[in-house]
């Protein structure tokens, strides 16, 4: 055999070699397609244009969609359709339509989209063809007045229109008129201030029981200085309810300053019982841990507003007792 054939058979069988290669490729290549169909490709203005987008591959592939968000190039994306799925025998179709909208005019492209898959391990891509829609205005006759594109329409009146109303009228007055039904029956009656029962005993004996029953207690000792305080004017106002019948437990320091400038009642008893209070306002609003002996202080305090306010015995009528003697 020449070399000159042995050349010849050498290139025919490279050349085939290259183009079954070449066809392979192609054929590797097509097993994913993906593309993007407009409805039209012209659109008026604000009118919805459906796209839709489909992958067609075979074999068992697995896709990333792209990540279509509120816009598409010059176009608004109004609605997302789900995804459809279709097999055909070993090929399979996934497509999804979308509804866009346009407020501009012009001639805008639908642009490209990159779908990306894997495949035993191995990543790869393809896109869609990009395509151009026409956006038209309305035509507009200059030379007529602007107008409503249509008449107002008269439209009759009718019951029917105005029943829900009516009977929210007659349910919101039916509701107050129960709303005011409970509250009256429901109200809370102002409680009657009854009096405080006064003792059996004169109010300066039970006074100076009870501070001798507080003092026994060494509360102020065991570091209950609020609760001593406490205790301690109570006693004096419960005294002065009863000895001159002052409503001394609802009222403040400075009303009970008014109440007890009397003659009946001593200045120097007048200045200790405001000075009790004062202080014990401090330790119960204030917080305020006065020193040991203001606590004995204030104690002796209360046994002389008592001694200097009790009533007054009137001496015996000495002609009498002679009398009941003989």
């Not at 012209?42 to 067609?56: E, H, Q, R, S």
């Not at 606590?295 to 002796?300: A, E, F, G, N, R």
Request: proline share 5%; aromatic share 10%; net charge positive.
């Amino acid at each position: 055999m020449s070399k000159l054939l042995i050349q010849t058979y050498y290139r025919i069988a490279c050349g085939t070699l290259l183009l079954l290669t070449t066809c392979f490729s192609i054929g590797v290549s097509a097993q994913v397609t993906f593309t993007a169909s407009p409805d039209s490709n012209n659109i008026t203005i604000g009118d919805p244009l459906g796209i839709k987008f489909v992958a067609k591959y075979s074999g068992n592939k697995t896709l990333k969609w792209p990540e279509l968000r509120d816009t598409l190039g010059k176009f608004e994306i109004l609605e997302k359709g789900k995804f459809d799925t279709v097999k055909a025998g070993s090929e399979t179709l996934i497509s999804q339509q979308l509804l866009v909208a346009a407020y501009d005019s012009g001639a805008y492209s639908i642009p490209s989209q990159k779908l990306f898959y894997t495949e035993n391990g191995t990543a790869d891509s393809t896109i869609s063809e990009a395509s151009v829609v026409t956006v038209n205005t309305l035509a507009v006759d200059t030379a007529k007045p602007i107008k409503p594109i249509k008449a107002p329409l008269d439209v009759a009146l009718r019951l029917k229109d105005f029943l829900p109303y009516i009977l929210g009228g007659i349910l919101a007055i039916a509701l107050i008129i129960l709303a005011i039904w409970l509250y009256r029956k429901y109200k809370k009656k102002p409680e009657e201030k009854q009096a405080r029962p006064k003792p059996k005993e004169p109010a300066h004996m039970w006074a100076d029981k009870e501070l001798r029953i507080l003092d026994a207690e060494k509360l102020w000792q065991k570091d209950e200085v609020k609760a001593y305080y406490t205790r301690l004017t109570d006693i004096l106002r419960l005294y002065m309810e009863y000895r001159y019948d002052l409503q001394a437990m609802e009222s403040t320091t400075d009303e009970i300053r008014e109440m007890i400038a009397r003659d009946d009642f001593p200045a120097d008893a007048q200045q200790k019982m405001i000075e009790i209070l004062k202080l014990s306002d401090l330790v119960k609003f204030a917080k305020m841990t006065p020193m040991y002996d203001e606590h004995q202080k204030c104690m002796v305090y209360a046994y002389d507003i008592v001694k200097l306010t009790k009533p007054v015995e009137a001496p015996a009528n000495p002609t009498v007792a002679k009398k009941k003697k003989k």
